[in-house]
């Protein structure tokens, strides 16, 4: 399997090794990975190539480690498309996962100044403050709190909440849902993030704030989210 005059490295040929037996099911989210020992004594390599080739995938996100028991297989990333306006109950729906939301708070506040110039309503306008975490197959996967214009987007409930907020504006409300605009960063997970979505202390999230307008161009929601970066990479089409 591996070739020791092949201009590619050794540890990339055991990365792309093990990325196989990934890709191919042999090795599945949870299981344990081999000791480097092992792999050493298979490819008749040092334990030092071995490790290498584990930290560049520890690196690339594709097997982690915990403390004191092993280098593990981590869950498959969900690729997200950059392009669609989409809700997270159709995106889970989508990849055939069932989606549900676990409320944190749903209040009506008097809207603070920032978040009114973005609405563009008055200060102190009432705005739906809501914050949940969104799981898909009952894994949290987002943290996520939204200001909601309560005068365009009216009667909203727990009920309706615990759902979809999309399937309600536009299937109840008849209203159009035209287009948003996002911006991603990357952060580390402050103490709540930890706790709530399941990481660990020093794990990387993705940031998204977006804000989103109906069809007539009137802007209805700013949404801030905390995105697990360990179950999620963003893709996007780029055309010149
Ligand atoms: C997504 C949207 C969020 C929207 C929510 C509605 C991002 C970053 N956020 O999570 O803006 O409020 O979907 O979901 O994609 P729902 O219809 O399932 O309640």
């Known amino acids: 399997m591996i070739d020791k005059n092949s201009p590619l490295p050794i540890y990339s040929q055991i990365e792309e090794y093990i990325k196989e037996r990934i890709e191919k099911g042999e090795l599945k989210p949870g299981d344990v990975l081999p000791p480097e020992r092992e792999y050493a004594e298979q490819f008749d390599v040092s334990r030092m190539t071995i490790r290498q080739a584990i930290n560049n995938l520890v690196n690339d996100g594709l097997i982690y480690r915990k403390k004191g028991s092993g280098t593990f297989i981590a869950e498959k990333k969900f690729e997200q498309p950059l392009q669609g306006l989409t809700s997270f109950t159709e995106d889970m729906k989508g990849r055939g996962l069932t989606p549900s939301s676990k409320l944190l708070s749903f209040e009506l506040i008097p809207v603070s100044a920032n978040i009114a110039a973005v609405l563009h309503i008055s200060e102190y306008t009432p705005v739906y403050e809501i914050k949940r975490i969104r799981m898909a197959d009952n894994t949290p996967m987002a943290l996520e709190?939204?200001?909601?214009?309560?005068?365009?987007?009216?009667?909203?409930?727990?009920?309706?909440?615990?759902?979809?907020?999309?399937?309600?504006?536009?299937?109840?409300?008849?209203?159009?849902?035209?287009?948003?605009?996002?911006?991603?960063?990357?952060?580390?997970?402050?103490?709540?993030?930890?706790?709530?979505?399941?990481?660990?202390?020093?794990?990387?999230?993705?940031?998204?704030?977006?804000?989103?307008?109906?069809?007539?161009?009137?802007?209805?929601?700013?949404?801030?989210?905390?995105?697990?970066?360990?179950?999620?990479?963003?893709?996007?089409?780029l055309k010149r």
């Open 145 to 237: 709190t939204c200001y909601i214009s309560a005068n365009l987007i009216k009667g909203l409930t727990e009920e309706i909440i615990n759902q979809s907020l999309y399937q309600y504006i536009e299937e109840k409300l008849q209203l159009e849902i035209g287009e948003a605009t996002q911006v991603i960063e990357s952060a580390l997970a402050n103490d709540l993030e930890v706790e709530l979505l399941k990481i660990n202390e020093g794990d990387p999230i993705l940031l998204i704030e977006r804000c989103t307008y109906l069809k007539n161009g009137t802007p209805f929601e700013i949404v801030r989210s905390s995105y697990r970066a360990d179950r999620y990479k963003f893709t996007s089409k």
